[in-house]
T-cell receptor
Framework: KQEVTQIPAALSVPEGENLVLNCSFTDSAIYNLQWFRQDPGKGLTSLLLIQSSQREQTSGRLNASLDKSSGRSTLYIAASQPGDSATYLCAVPPGGGADGLTFGKGTHLIIQP | DAGVTQSPTHLIKTRGQQVTLRCSPKSGHDTVSWYQQALGQGPQFIFQYYEEEERQRGNFPDRFSGHQFPNYSSELNVNALLLGDSALYLC????????????FGSGTRLTVV
C-alpha cells in the first residue's frame, strides 16, 4: 500500500525566504507525482505535475524535483510572498497511473509579511 | 475553459439521511474521481468512474455509491449518513490522454448533525 509523508507538517517563515517542502513515498512504482495548493476550506489547485521520466518541473517561482529511486520529491519556493500562505499537498497515483491518488497530509505554510 | 464544477457548495444533513453531490468534469476530461477530506487531513480516495463504470474503489463502505453519466458528469451518493461523514468532498477529473494530471473542483462541504 502506497504511503505518502510530508515534512514539515507546518512552516512559518518571513517574506522573501526561499524554502523547501519535502514529500516521500513508499512505493517507487509511480506514474507521476503532482503538487497541489489548498487554501482554507477550498479545493485543490494543481501546481506542478512531474512524469516518472522527468526529474523536475518549473513554474514561475516554483520548482519541483522527483527522485523515484529514493522515493522523494521536493517543492522549492523562491522568494516567498504572503500570498503563498496555504497548505501544500503532494500526491501520487499507484502503479499504472489510472488509479486514485494517494495524498500526504500536507505542509501548512505561513509567510509572514 | 470551465474547470471542474461541484454542487452544492455547502450542505447540512441529519444523521440517517441520504445525500447526493454532483460534479461536472473539466472540458476534455473523461474520468471522474471522488475524495473525502476530513479537517487537517489529506484527501482520501473514494472511487473513480470511467466510461460510466466504477474502475477502482478506496476503503469506503457500500453506503458510498456513485454514477457517471454519458456526458461524463458524476454523482456521489451517501446513504444512512453518520456524523463521521462530515467532511469536504472533492471531485477531480482527468483524461487518459493527458498523462493523468488531475483537476479538482472547489468541493462540497457536508455537515451531518
Amino acid at each position: 500500500k502506497q504511503e505518502v509523508t510530508q515534512i514539515p507538517a507546518a512552516l512559518s517563515v518571513p517574506e522573501g525566504e526561499n524554502l523547501v517542502l519535502n514529500c516521500s513515498f513508499t512505493d517507487s512504482a509511480i506514474y507521476n507525482l503532482q503538487w497541489f495548493r489548498q487554501d482554507p476550506g477550498k479545493g485543490l489547485t494543481s501546481l506542478l505535475l512531474i512524469q516518472s521520466s522527468q526529474r523536475e518541473q518549473t513554474s514561475g517561482r516554483l520548482n519541483a524535483s522527483l527522485d523515484k529511486s529514493s522515493g522523494r520529491s521536493t517543492l522549492y519556493i523562491a522568494a516567498s510572498q504572503p500570498g503563498d500562505s496555504a497548505t501544500y499537498l503532494c500526491a501520487v497515483p499507484p502503479g499504472g497511473g489510472a488509479d486514485g491518488l494517494t495524498f500526504g497530509k500536507g505542509t501548512h505554510l505561513i509567510i509572514q509579511p | 475553459d470551465a474547470g471542474v464544477t461541484q454542487s452544492p457548495t455547502h450542505l447540512i444533513k441529519t444523521r440517517g439521511q441520504q445525500v447526493t453531490l454532483r460534479c461536472s468534469p473539466k472540458s476534455g476530461h473523461d474520468t471522474v474521481s471522488w475524495y473525502q477530506q476530513a479537517l487537517g487531513q489529506g484527501p482520501q480516495f473514494i472511487f473513480q468512474y470511467y466510461e460510466e463504470e466504477e474502475r477502482q474503489r478506496g476503503n469506503f463502505p457500500d453506503r458510498f455509491s456513485g454514477h457517471q453519466f454519458p456526458n461524463y458528469s458524476s454523482e456521489l451518493n451517501v446513504n444512512a449518513l453518520l456524523l463521521g461523514d462530515s467532511a469536504l468532498y472533492l471531485c477531480a477529473s482527468s483524461s487518459v490522454r493527458q498523462n493523468y494530471g488531475y483537476t479538482f473542483g472547489s468541493g462540497t462541504r457536508l455537515t451531518v448533525v
